[in-house]
């Protein structure tokens, strides 16, 4: 099995590096970097959660670094050109990635043909994470995952989902077909370039199924029959099992695959050649986070705000990478 967290273990892990910077009230510096303007680049359009945590972020660690922090986006390509510009900046720390990394930029090498890789970049934090939800339209009949796979083997080509093309959802599907013996042509899977549509589809009745983020399905919870969270453990905001526990009576088991990990990073050459700017970047936006201010107003933007640092955040984007390489052949 992959080595995976739960929200529980996040929260744990975000509280204690709180206690354990409330002492770091001070910007930090080192030498006299920064001493102008850092940039972060967005690699989406403006309004998207990347952006929005983005900017809701800025403003925080310009006080903690002492500079003033521009956010500038250039979506396009499945992050693609984003990743492409920051790599073609100097790496000196003054530029850094804000995204959704997870599953954009593991997509963009495995199916979009990037000439870069996972390891050309170095995560400082993820902050906010994404569970996946499978839900069911609540006039379908659906009551739970099972059932929609039985219908899915014996009723091929009647049965239609909603996903957002190449997302974690979509290869969700894709890999519990596997897993079941179920032949991929048997679903009807509709994928759409947003969550919006994906949701909109799913409300409307145009499909019987979804597989998409959770946090963004609130808004249509009335149309929803939930039928597995793709986590470890059930969590308090949707009466669903987690995927396992609702593939048990299959006597089946899939990988918990990471929905959507928002975070902050830079290239990798920048933490190689300039080891003590990294140290900054990464302890402005620790010290940020554990400020109660920033997360108060994260929380009522509907915002993440957990610190796991550089080593979890690299580890988890490793992982994230194996397992849509080992299954990419199922997006095709």
Not at 65 to 85: C, E, I
Not at 149 to 166: A, F, K, T
Not at 230 to 251: F, T
């Amino acid at each position: 099995m992959f080595d995976r967290f739960t929200l529980k273990t996040l929260a744990a892990s975000a509280a204690a590096a709180m206690l354990a910077s409330l002492a770091m009230t001070t910007p930090v510096v080192a030498d006299d970097y920064p001493d102008r303007p850092i940039d972060l680049v967005v690699g989406f359009g403006t309004g998207g959660s990347a952006d929005r945590m983005t900017r809701a972020m800025s403003s925080h660690l310009a006080e903690e670094l002492g500079v003033p922090v521009r956010v500038t986006n250039r979506p396009g390509a499945g992050t693609q050109v984003s990743a492409n510009y920051i790599l073609s900046r100097p790496d000196d720390g003054y530029t850094v990635y804000a995204s959704t990394f997870a599953p954009y930029l593991s997509n963009t090498i495995l199916t979009g043909g990037a000439q870069y890789g996972i390891e050309d970049f170095s995560f400082i934090n993820f902050q906010w994470f994404d569970l996946d939800l499978i839900a069911a339209n609540k006039d379908s009949g659906f009551e739970d995952l099972p059932s929609l796979l039985d219908e899915i083997r014996d009723n091929p080509g009647e049965v239609r989902g909603s996903v957002v093309q190449g997302s974690a959802g979509h290869l969700m599907v894709r890999m519990l077909l596997d897993e079941a013996g179920i032949p991929q042509d048997n679903l009807n899977l509709v994928t759409y370039n947003s969550g919006g549509e994906a949701r909109s589809a799913v409300a409307g009745g145009q499909v019987h199924f979804t597989s998409i983020s959770a946090e963004g399905s609130e808004g249509i919870r009335e149309f929803l029959t939930p039928l597995a969270i793709v986590n470890e453990e059930r969590i308090d905001q949707w009466d669903a099992p987690s995927i396992n526990e609702a593939l048990e009576p299959m006597n089946l088991e899939v990988p918990v695959l990471q929905g959507s990990m928002r975070g902050f990073a830079v290239t990798s050459e920048t933490e190689r050649q300039y080891p003590e700017r990294y140290e900054v970047l990464s302890g402005a936006i620790q010290n940020a986070l554990a400020r109660k201010e920033v997360q108060d107003e994260l929380e009522s933007s509907d915002i993440g705000g957990v610190w796991v640092g550089p080593e979890r955040s690299n580890e988890l984007m490793r992982t994230n990478f194996e397992v849509f390489d080992k299954y990419a052949d199922l997006l095709n």
